[in-house]
């Protein structure tokens, strides 16, 4: 069964830092891309972030360029978010999900989200 | 405002049919492949279609998928009180280099 956990979110001052993590099971891990999503209270989804297999490449969006940096450890099974310099409008839930094997475009799994929130 | 346009509410009984509109653009619907989800109250997103119209082991067959140049449309027939929830579309937007989702489209059974 594939499951995928994420943990590290908290409450942070604006300009702060946290690092969020995704333990993978169940799946062969260095065999996907892989995702961070995120959901601002009561919006929509926003994709964060991607990374693939190898570590290769990478992806933002545009507003967390420069900000955040995704990273994986194939060898640990886990995903990684590392988040500076946060801003109120960073205040979300953040989900890991596995993407495909060829292309990052859709999502087929996704963690139960861990909750970031940016605030004085 | 997302980068895909969803319409933000639709209606429809149980029982009944209902359709839910994607609309983009040739950077990221045109010529990319467009996945549907579903997110039920308090719940992470599923996946619902990929490709375009495929569905993932496990998702019944009354939800089905479609695209046409810019566009794409998950339908739903025979509506259960167990599909409401909020659906969102997505692609890639190759001009972005990004992952786009639609606004969303809540979907009350009446």
């Known amino acids: 069964e594939v499951q995928l956990v994420e943990s590290g979110g908290g409450l942070v001052q604006p300009g702060g830092s946290l690092r969020l993590s995704c333990a993978a099971s169940?799946?062969?891990?260095?065999?996907?891309?892989m995702s961070w999503v995120r959901q601002a209270p009561g919006k929509g989804l926003e994709w964060v972030a991607n990374?693939?297999?190898?570590?290769?490449?990478?992806y933002y969006v545009d507003s967390v360029k420069g900000r955040f940096t995704i990273s994986r450890d194939n060898a640990k099974n886990s995903l990684y978010l590392r988040m500076n310099s946060l801003r109120a409008e960073d205040t979300a839930v953040y989900y890991c999900a596995r993407s495909g094997s060829y292309f990052p475009d859709y999502f087929d799994y996704w963690g139960q989200g861990t909750l970031a929130t940016v605030s004085s | 405002q997302s980068v895909l346009t969803q319409p933000p509410s639709v209606s429809a009984a149980p029982g009944q049919k209902v359709t839910i509109s994607c609309s983009g653009s040739?950077?990221?619907?045109?010529?990319?492949?467009v996945s549907w989800y579903q997110q039920l109250p308090g719940t992470a997103p599923k996946l619902l279609i990929y490709?375009?119209?495929k569905r993932p082991s496990g998702i019944p067959d009354r939800f089905s998928g479609s695209k046409s140049g810019t566009s794409a449309t998950l339908g739903i027939t025979g509506l259960q009180t167990g599909d409401e929830a909020d659906y969102y579309c997505g692609t890639w937007d190759s001009s972005l280099s990004a992952v786009v989702f639609g606004g969303g489209t809540k979907l009350p059974v009446l």
């Open positions: 040739s950077s990221n619907i045109g010529n990319n492949y």
């Open positions: 990374i693939k297999q190898d570590g290769s490449e990478k």
């Open positions: 490709e375009n119209n």
């Open positions: 169940g799946f062969t891990f260095n065999n996907y891309w």
